[in-house]
């Protein structure tokens, strides 16, 4: 199990260490996640400035279990600790997995389904595209499943409930995990057992905490901590797939449900995520209730008009390995006792076969970059980027776009370019290659056009080198 679990630790790290050497942020994700824990660490309030001066994480997704991250963060200062962070979250999972397999089904079994876990697509996607909030839950949905598969009901139910505090949406699978407890309990109550009794009452009382904590955070705290004063991702079920800017109606949210759940399947990268979810336990977790603790998830997922959830790519199914190994486990337990010769013989062959797909798919998910001697080496313009960073001293106020915005959170206060909001920064940073669809120009007359009435100089531009890519810095003038 240790092996297993140490070995892929040891893969994850090498894939998130990469894409960090390189200079490859896909997204602004690790910087805003590492302003919220900044914020945890040295003030006890999870500004993101990036979003917006001053923004309050709680106002935009409700994750205040980022703060055990802070600890750490005071520590050991720096984006590679949430990197690091998401890797040991995700691998202290295995033992779940390999612990309850191993009790339920065997110690063969237990490895191979360890393994096929701890290289699933949805760890490789979630940890190429860097930090996110999505890792707290991992364990947490990993150890809630085993203590539920182990009759500790309880712990079942403090370890769902505790999903509360990792994202808002997170509380459907709670509601889910406290159903399953109740129909479970229900279903023994003829038998006037004590533990069934145990089952109903927890599970009441995990699907009320549930219902009532997303309610109460979606519409009490998430408003107060908001500058709208309301969630900002209604607008991803309001039909045009984006955040909103302003209150908007939840009951124009809620009325465009009908047509969004008839493209449910629709298009087919919805049901290719599917085919390689059930594919992660060649079909097992299907007949297990414990899948249907994924089904909340993917229903927002694919009733989104926004394409980035549909697909296999990114955090978004990094949740879901969990649910789908441990359904998997209680299957197989399940069906071992099948009259059928044939049923007996494929729970047999699931955790070879599944591990064996698992293989399989790391020749095309993000752990093939592991074996890629490219995958560690510096970016060409490493040299540059050095030269550009070092002409901002630590603390001062930067805005500036994907190019180098997680090299700059550690050691100063970071913008998004153009969205201050009448704070002009002390510096303007643009990367040409990373976010300009066209020539970005003079950055001083840049930054001067976004912040009327200032005056900047432009001490960067390799453009004068003739260098039409290179970074361009402009100072502000006081």
Known sequence: MWVVTIGCFGAYLALSLGRWRRQAAPSWDLAIFEQAVKGWAYTGVPIIDIK???????????????????????????????LVAQCVLIAISIPAVMMIARRLLGAAPALFLGIAYGISWGFQSGIDVQFHEYALAVPLLAFSMWAYLSHRWVLTAILAVLLLGVKEDLGLSVIALGVL?????????????????????TGIATIVVGIVGTMVILFVVIPAFNGHGVWDYWGRLAGDGHDISAPTSVGTAVGNLPGLLLGLFTPAAKVNTLVLLVALSIGSCVFSPLGLVAVPTLLWRFVSPDNVYWGTSWHYSMILMPIIFMAAIDALRKLRGSPSRHMRRYTRLVPVLACAFGLVTCLTFPLKNIVDPASYEPPPRAGEASDVLALMPSSTSVATDMGLITQLVTDHTVYWVGSLNGVVPDYLLVDPLASWSSDPGDPAVLAEAYYPGTIFTTIYDQTTSGDPNGYRLAKHDT
Do not use: C, K
Not at 182 to 193: F, M, P, V, Y
Not at 194 to 201: K, L, N, P, T
């Open 181 to 201: 407890m109740l129909a479970r309990g229900i279903r023994h109550w003829s038998h006037q057992s004590e533990d069934a009794g145990r089952q109903v009452v």
């Open 52 to 82: 917006g001066p001053g923004v309050n994480q709680l106002g935009d997704h409700f994750s205040p279990l980022l703060a055990v991250l802070a600890p750490f963060y005071r520590l050991f200062p720096g984006p590679v600790t949430l």
